[in-house]
């Protein structure tokens, strides 16, 4: 009997609320391994989204990795589960244990394919060594919008066919790391100008506009053989002008199956976003997500939700919802049946047989993640010959308030998941390696700026930073009135350093000395410490 014919058999055989569960993947919060097997076993559920909240060390995610999937080992319908994570650079889970890189923009300003896949390989390496099985990356989309508050530093840029390029090498690096990759947001989140974890953004985009842009990388990863895409929470109503895309059958079967010859899976950005939640309730978009295409619903509980509501209560109402839309007519059982047949072949042939990674180097991976770096950090503006300082003195000081840094790591540790600040890094990088730098404390800098006579006689080297979390933003703008200020104080001594995108630079037209790292992440940091 071959795969396809078990799985009909399989599916035969199991009941209504077995079938629904296995179309979930779900998160719970902190290290509640019982309530997580518990959804193994008496909800059926598919997969599960993980974090450093359930998981803080590898040592842990091995022990949570390896019962979650025993348990589920031991129902009937013996599928392996998709042990999710936000493993993307720009953000990611136990970032003080692996080895992250600079993240992607900085991966598409050094613009060598080789490198973008041996970093994603990594990713996959060493979150299979844990037991983890899918990444939620690469993140595919376009920055079109400089603006975008939540993309940013998660794109490779703003270039579609670069972009499309680094799509596939991250594709291919995950597939040789032994693990499954996902490309996001489909059909793009580089052109919005709003956050989708907030409310329901729209791109007004014709599908000419989005496949000559944003819809290039995504064609590129299903080129390249990407196993999972994720939907955005979006309206495109020149394409549908019903639903947005997580719930649109024009979008997810039409243009992204038929059209573009995806095969795969389609799981959902988190239904629990504010894009969803403030627009629809929980089961009525579970099922509408289902009827368009989506074969995998996820609930990654983001932090303002579990933190304000009873998540397990509403977890149970979303399954119980679908349940029963089934029965009483609403949701055919033939889309279910026909969901549910694509998921367990795909993971039998996908999860049954693991493919071992070729496991780079520590020594290798040093030398990848230094040539990254050094590739990507460019000068962008020298118009007053401030750089490099080297053997000058100078005085230092950093554009965000202090209190900014408190949210690098949110309470459900979604997003960077780095404590260490790329300030924190470079500060202490500096102390040791040298004395000729005058650090400048944010409330002195102010104080400075506010001063009429005040002068300084060294150039002023002003860091800039941004960590994009879920829902949250960091005060670029208001580092960027700062450092605007500085500009009309000081002038041609102003060096601004950037620990970010350098979308901010048209802002700057009088600015004469602009580094630019691509990245806040600690080795991008190293880096520029060294430089400075």
């Known amino acids: ?209 989005l496949q000559q842009g944003d819809l290039l990388p995504f064609q590129a990863a299903i080129d390249a053989g990407v196993s999972l895409i994720m939907t955005s929470h979006i309206c495109f109503p020149q394409l549908d002008d019903t639903y947005p895309a997580t719930l649109s059958s024009k979008i997810l079967t039409n243009l992204l199956q038929q059209q573009m010859g995806f095969n795969g899976l389609i799981i959902t950005d988190s239904m629990n976003m504010w894009a969803m939640r403030k627009n629809y309730q929980p089961a009525e978009a579970a099922i509408l997500a289902l009827k368009a295409g989506a074969h995998l619903v996820m609930l990654s509980e983001e932090h303002y939700e579990n933190s304000a509501t009873d998540y397990k209560a509403l977890q149970l109402a979303t399954l119980n919802g679908v349940i029963h839309a089934v029965e009483s007519g609403q949701l055919d059982e033939a889309v279910i049946n026909e969901r549910l047949h694509h998921v367990l072949s795909f993971k039998y042939d996908k999860l049954n047989v693991a493919k071992t990674p070729e496991y780079l180097t520590a020594d290798d991976i040093e030398a990848l993640i230094e040539t990254a770096v050094s590739s990507s950090v460019s000068v962008l503006r020298n118009e007053a010959g401030n750089w490099p300082l080297t053997g000058r003195e100078f005085t230092l000081t950093f554009a965000a308030h202090p209190k900014k840094y408190d949210s690098l790591v949110n309470s459900r540790g979604i997003g960077p998941n780095d404590p260490r600040s790329a300030k924190d890094t470079i500060i202490q990088d500096l102390q040791q390696r040298t004395s000729k730098v005058n650090l400048l404390p944010f409330d002195e800098f102010l104080t400075l700026l506010e001063g009429c006579d005040e002068t300084i006689s060294t150039p002023l080297v002003i860091v800039t930073e941004d960590y994009p979390l879920p829902g949250e933003s960091f005060d670029v703008a208001e580092q960027k009135q700062l450092v605007q200020r500085a500009l009309k104080r000081f002038g041609k001594q102003v060096v601004v350093i950037a620990m970010r995108s350098d979308y901010e630079l048209t802002d700057y037209a009088e600015l004469a000395t602009y580094i630019c790292a691509y990245s806040s992440r600690v080795c991008a940091a190293k880096y520029i410490a060294s430089l400075l």
């Not at 598409?108 to 983890?132: C, P, S």
């Not at 066919?161 to 799509?167: D, F, I, P, S």
């Open 1 to 209: 009997m071959n795969n396809n014919s078990k799985v009909t058999q399989l599916i035969s055989t199991m009941t209504l609320a077995e079938k629904v569960g296995q179309l979930f993947v779900l998160a719970f919060a902190g290290p509640d391994i019982d309530y997580a097997k518990q959804l193994v076993k008496s909800h059926h559920v598919g997969g599960f989204y993980i974090t450093d909240d359930n998981a803080a060390t590898p040592k842990d995610a091995k022990t949570l990795a390896d019962e979650l999937q025993h348990q589920a080992q031991l129902r009937a319908c013996d599928a392996p589960l998709l042990l999710c994570v936000d493993q993307e650079g720009s953000w990611g889970i136990l970032a003080k244990h692996t080895d992250l890189g600079p993240g992607n923009l900085a991966l598409g300003k050094a613009n060598k394919a080789e490198l973008t896949e041996q970093m994603y390989q990594v990713f996959a390496e060493q979150m299979h060594e844990i037991g983890y099985n899918t990444l939620l990356s690469p993140c595919s989309d376009v920055n079109t919008n400089p603006n975008n508050p939540i993309i940013g530093l998660r794109s490779f840029g703003e270039m579609p066919k670069q972009v499309a390029t680094h799509v596939a090498a991250a594709v291919r690096g995950i597939k040789r790391g032994g693990n499954l990759a996902t490309a996001k947001h489909f059909p793009g989140h580089g052109d919005t100008h709003s956050d989708s974890h907030q409310c329901l953004p729209t791109v007004d985009k014709t599908l000419s506009e």
